[in-house]
């Protein structure tokens, strides 16, 4: 076992631990910051897939927009001083039931399935190549991305402005 | 030894953990992280067939539109959560019932 495989482990028991953290545990600030280091580990995860574009995106969209999103809604919602508050659960037993059905379905189908890999082949991608793509034969999802975005800001906008002066 | 079904396992249990989340805490930025586990794990699918099978980059195309459409959810989930917290300062979401009858 080289150091690449090595590495490779140990990055996803970074990444499963801290989503297991990120379920398990009962202050939401510590669900917070657990899910930095899942979010983290896909992005090494995707530079080990020789994604790196889809890396950086991660790091970029998810790291610092949609973490930094819930550390303000963590901080503007709950008394995070208060040590004693916990945050309340429903019973676990539904939930329990559910991850453990799920689990089962999605065992059966990733190791009954043929999956026709390819193991041993040097796969390298550029951005450039997904720029040209983007551009040349996604472009109607590109666009509908971008009108879909345009309405998501004015929609959180009007949503989250503040009404006192009416 | 690192193959395909290694990246399926690893999605797969986050995917559970995701959805062990989402029906567990009441908290509704608790949900919101369950949604975005669930997404990322999705998103680890994609690359990794792409990778591994279709050998294309249409994975990673699909993977970043679903990081965009990940942050608009975010975005607009937070500001309605927001809203009902600045209106009744909960934000437990077995209790928030005004449309019930």
Known sequence: ?166 | MITLNTYLVISGIVFVLGLVTIINKKNAIGILMGVELILNSVNLNFVAFGRYVDFDIKGQIIAIFVIILAAAEAAVALAIVLNIYRNKQLIDVTKIDAMKN
Do not use: C
Not at chain 1, 26 to 43: D, H, Q, S
Not at chain 1, 132 to 142: D, E, Q, R, T
């Open chain 1, 1 to 166: 076992m080289d150091a690449y495989t090595i590495v490779f482990y140990v990055l996803a028991a970074m990444t499963v631990i801290s989503a297991a953290i990120v379920a398990f545990t009962n202050k939401i600030i510590y669900a917070a910051f657990a899910l930095l280091f899942t979010l983290f580990g896909f992005a090494t995860l995707y530079i080990y897939l020789s994604a790196d574009f889809i890396a950086v995106s991660q790091v970029l969209i998810y790291v610092g927009g949609i973490l930094i999103l819930i550390l303000f809604g963590v901080m503007l919602t709950t008394k995070i001083y208060d040590v004693s508050v916990k945050s309340e659960r429903n019973p676990i037993l539904p939930a329990l039931i559910a991850g453990i059905g799920t689990s089962i379905v999605i065992g059966f189908v990733i190791f009954r399935t043929p999956w026709n890999a390819v193991v041993d082949k040097e796969f390298t991608t550029i951005a450039p190549d997904i720029g040209n793509a983007i551009m040349g034969k996604f472009l109607l999802p590109f666009e509908v991305a971008s009108i879909l975005l345009l309405a998501a800001l004015i929609g959180s906008v009007l949503l989250a402005r503040s009404e006192e002066n009416e």
